[in-house]
């Protein structure tokens, strides 16, 4: 492969695990400053506050408070080291099992609060 | 072969039972009673730039496997879609108010009782069909039913037009009278012809459906077919709306008004499938609109999101239907006048036109997402055409329509 932009080509991507279950879009980029280094792409990061953050950082603020509060325990954001990440053609493969991360703990309590409740979810 | 031919037929019958939802049918129904023939060219504009974008989505589905939405997010980043997207799931609820009471008023005019009374339980049926159903159940189910919107098409015919006076209308001329009114209903017609949920929700179900490259011929005869015939049932609606109210000098106020523009095909009977079309054609919609909203949600925050799984298995997008199909209908609850509320979502509809359509444009002319399928020069010159005018009308005609009443 040529080129990669990390704007166009990976922030925002569709992310993926081993076993193609959807985990997010990338909300964000961590990139580590080296001494005497060039920068590094250490992670890519998952998680609605980080996503806020880039809309505007006060949003950013309320919405990490509001996770911290009833969050279902994913009040920071959930990075993923760079190394665990493979490119497909459009999207991002992680070699992680979507259910061992914190990023489906939204999910995981909707459903067993909410969902399995209603008559007919299952 | 066999099987290409049946997705085709399949595809078209569908897009015409589905084509009719609230606002064709109130935009249609006050464009003939106040301007006779003379808007037939609204509804064929707004046509032909739905065949164009309802191809394109199916296209950008087929090819990179990602739906509108997945690939705006994708491709200009959240800061950029933040607008569109806003601006779409706001007008999304508003559509799926109006189509919820349009369901609700079809049941008033059969039942006697006010629509508000029957938002909530309507509501509930559209939940309940969204909880149990498939994707297949919810596109092709209600859309077999919307085939008795067929009835206008025969009912235009029933009352014999004078043709040469419909072709007229082919052509825009200027109105005699009731100026700022006459562009108003212009651009009602194209924001309801074009309206951005019908073809965000084409691309998700290209997704549902598995879509590939192998596609794009059932995709161009579904977009062209399905849409160009489904258009027919807009223009009987308009032409029995003009020969039925306007030499009388009707006005449509009311849905009660239009329920009669059957009756004279049609007799007592007439009013029944007045009833029955509206009850479906908007029930079909709001499904439609439902799903889009959670497909949307789901799709731009990256969720997973299928109408073909149980609820169990995407929670995060079963619940956001269930939120927005309640919201919307609180709406009706408070007894916001339907007709009022679904003119007014029209025309705001082709006001926000260019800021959703403009980046889907720039996407279909992506090389990552669409390779050698990328639009062409007559794709891109049409849509940036119709749009273009579509935005002009709207910002000269609704403060006019406001101002005027």
Redesign the interface.
């Known amino acids: 492969m040529g080129e990669l932009h990390l ?2 080509d990976v ?5 993926i695990d081993r076993r193609k ?5 990338v ?1 964000g980029l961590i990139i580590v400053l080296r001494k005497d280094q060039p920068p590094r792409l250490a992670y890519i990061e ?1 998680g609605m506050s980080t ?1 806020a953050h ?2 505007h950082p006060r949003l950013g603020d309320w919405v990490e408070a509001l996770g911290r509060k009833w969050g279902a325990r994913q009040g920071t954001p959930f990075r993923v080291p760079w190394s665990k990440v493979h490119l497909l053609q ?1 999207d991002l493969k992680v070699d992680l099992d979507a259910d061992e991360t914190p990023v489906l703990n ?3 309590w ?2 067993q609060h ?3 409740r ?1 008559p ?3 | 072969m066999r099987k290409k031919a049946f997705e085709i037929t399949l595809g078209i019958v569908t897009s015409i039972g589905g084509f009719l939802d609230v606002g064709a049918i109130a935009t249609a129904a006050q464009a003939g009673a106040a301007f006779g023939f003379q808007l037939v060219w609204a509804i064929l504009l707004g046509t032909i730039c739905v065949i164009f974008l309802v191809e394109m989505s199916g296209r950008l589905a087929a090819v ?3 739906t509108l939405v ?1 690939a705006l ?3 200009f ?3 950029f879609c ?1 607008v569109p997207f806003t601006a779409e799931l706001f007008v999304d609820v508003l559509v799926l108010a109006a189509e919820i009471g349009g369901v609700c008023l079809a049941l008033q005019l059969i039942t006697g009782i006010s629509f508000p009374w029957w938002a909530l339980p309507v509501a509930f049926l559209l939940w309940l069909l969204l ?2 159903g498939t994707f297949e159940i919810i596109e092709n189910g209600t859309s077999f039913f919307g085939l008795i919107t067929l009835c206008f098409v025969v009912a235009a015919f029933v009352l014999h037009p004078l043709w040469k006076l419909f072709g007229a209308g082919v052509l825009p001329s200027l109105p005699t009278h009731d100026k700022a009114h006459y562009w108003f209903i212009a651009v009602a017609i194209l924001g309801a012809l074009i309206s951005p949920y019908l073809f965000y929700f084409y691309s998700s179900g290209a997704i549902e459906d598995k879509w590939g490259k192998g596609h794009l011929v059932v995709n161009r005869a579904i977009a062209g077919l399905g849409m160009g015939f489904g258009s027919l049932v807009s223009l009987g609606v308009l032409v029995v709306s003009a020969l039925v109210f306007q030499p009388r000098g009707l006005q449509v106020d009311a849905y009660e008004q239009a329920a009669l523009m059957l009756t004279e095909s049609f007799g007592y009977w007439g009013f029944i499938f007045f009833a029955v079309s509206l009850g479906i054609a908007c029930f079909g919609a709001a499904l439609e609109v439902s799903l889009n909203l959670a497909y949307g949600t789901a799709q731009a ?5 299928s109408e073909n799984e ?7 997008f ?2 956001s239907y269930t939120v927005f199909v309640f919201a919307a209908s609180l709406l009706m609850v408070i007894g916001i006048d339907p007709l009022k509320l679904t003119l007014f979502t029209m025309a705001l509809t082709a006001v926000i036109l260019p800021l959703v359509i403009i980046p889907f444009l720039i996407l279909m002319n992506d090389e ?2 669409l390779g050698k399928h990328r639009n062409g020069w007559i794709s891109n010159g049409v849509i940036l055409f119709i749009i273009g005018l579509a935005f002009v009308l709207a910002i000269v005609a609704i403060p006019l329509e406001i101002i005027g009443g």
């Not at chain 1, 922030?11 to 992310?15: G, K, M």
């Not at chain 2, 925050?301 to 999101?305: A, D, K, P, R």
């Not at chain 2, 149980?310 to 995060?316: E, G, I, K, L, V």
């Open positions: 704007i166009r922030l925002d991507e569709q992310v279950r959807k985990m997010g879009k909300d998952l996503l880039r809309l459009l939204w999910e995981k909707l459903n909410v969902i399995k209603i007919g979810s299952g | 990179s496997k990602h997945d997010r994708e491709r980043g959240v800061n933040l909880w149990k925050l990256g969720w997973n999101w149980h609820p169990t298995q995407d929670a995060r079963s619940a990552r997402y």
